[in-house]
């Protein structure tokens, strides 16, 4: 079984509501014990994504594959090994802190301590708190929590840090480095290219359900780039004028942001100096200039046109 | 797997969350308590029996068995849906038929107490036992798979203020239409008949029968029986998890 070497397997899945498809063609894998991210704009099919893993979704066409079983038909035995963290909700408000991390112990046959798990994601002076009396925050790391106790080898977190404060996201960064640490492998949907920055040793760029990009975020951010210069000034330059200045192909000019240009050539000398002659001549003021290593944050705007109109 | 303890903590939740809702232990006990004091006091049922305890002790059972399997668990279950709390258990090992047993075990721990309390009071008020007890226990466990289909069907289907809003609507109507606090014969001829098709009267009548041994109810039975096999063909085909 090739499949099962991998933690998380998706291959070509497509999966439509109505005429909207929310993911097409989309292939990867997760290896065992990796933390990998999923990014990408609201409606790019994230959440879809982890839902068809979760066994929540059935892909139209392709499959998917979790510890080398299908979420659907397995899911008895999966349910056993995965943890899952909704986007929201999946709480009873009516129940106490301690209530509902009693009750996730008796569904699992070997449970972690839930006295343990209160301390880690520090709800510990909250335990007989009503949870619809908790913040947002503390019912993500409740979640997180119930996610945790049946110590899942596999574990889904949906947008785990929305709505924390930034002393919790803190503590449930720490979280997840520990489950790495530990060979849990764990897939997590994120808005915060800080969070994938620094949690994920791979990420994956969705954009309107396909899949734009996949690599370790030093991979995403150091691509081509010595082949790279970018400069901002004020927006809708004339790129045809600048193209012919620098003496390269329009098509190697780009505004991918209002104001923001990227240039696709080396910042030699020579550029660097046509490029300062014609901005005197066309009268307009520079405001930065850089070339090496983008942010991830700019390698995702660039690559799902995030900010743009549509 | 599911297992026996996982099953087991969910009724524990089941019956926590039950016990801690007020309002629904109001609908499931003082309602049907409310109405055997009141009308058998007051005399404002005049019926053809010779106390009106007689009649209103097996119509009260009946209203209590459909206050908890229709109204408490319907709503509870349409909120459980809305808060993402069915979809969340969907992915432990508790299975969706491990999460059925638990809540069957509440609504029949429930029941047990609103009889146990409803025929202590209808004995302080007069009320003998004429017919047969377990017969009576055997059509209101038949009631309770009717009226908890009808509560899942809603909680199931309808956003959760919809479900609160229908579920308290057809207790309402039912307690009209069910032969439950008046007989139905006080219904115009047309409204009867219809009425007894329904499940509310087709059970208060038969439970009734049973108490008071006069004679086998086999057209209520009928009608009984048939909404116990339909509804819950219907609920299991049109049940949506999440809202």
Redesign the interface.
Known sequence: MSLSQNAIEVIDATKSYGSLRATENLSFSVNKGEVFGILGPNGAGKTTTVEMLEGYRFPDSGQVRVLGLDPKKDAATLHERVGVMLQEGGLSPGLKVAEALRLYRGLYSSPDDPERLLRLVELQDSSRTLIRRLSGGQRQRLSLALALIGRPEVIFLDEPTAGMDPRARLVTWEIIRQLRTDGVTVLLTTHGMDEAESLCDRVAILDRGALVAIGSPRDLTTRADAQETRFTAQSELDLVSLAIALGIERVSLTEYQPGQYSVAAEPTPDLIARLAIWLREQNVRLGTLEAGQRSLEEVFLRLTGEGEDR | ???R??V???T??EL??TL??GESLLVSFLIPLGILVFFSKVGAVNTSLKDPVEFLVPGVLSLAVMSTAMVSLGIATGY?RR???L??L??????RGGLLVAKTINVVVIEVMQIVVIVATGVALGWELTGQFVAALGLLLLGTVVFASIGMLLAGTLRAEATLAVANGLFLLFLFLGGMAYPLDRLPDALASFARLLPPAALSESVRAALEGSGFPWSELVVLALWAVVMPFIVVRKFRW?E
């Open positions: 797997m599911t297992t303890r996982a087991m903590a969910q524990r939740v926590i969350l801690r809702r459980e808060y993402g709390v979809k969340r969907g992915s432990t090992p508790l299975s999440e």
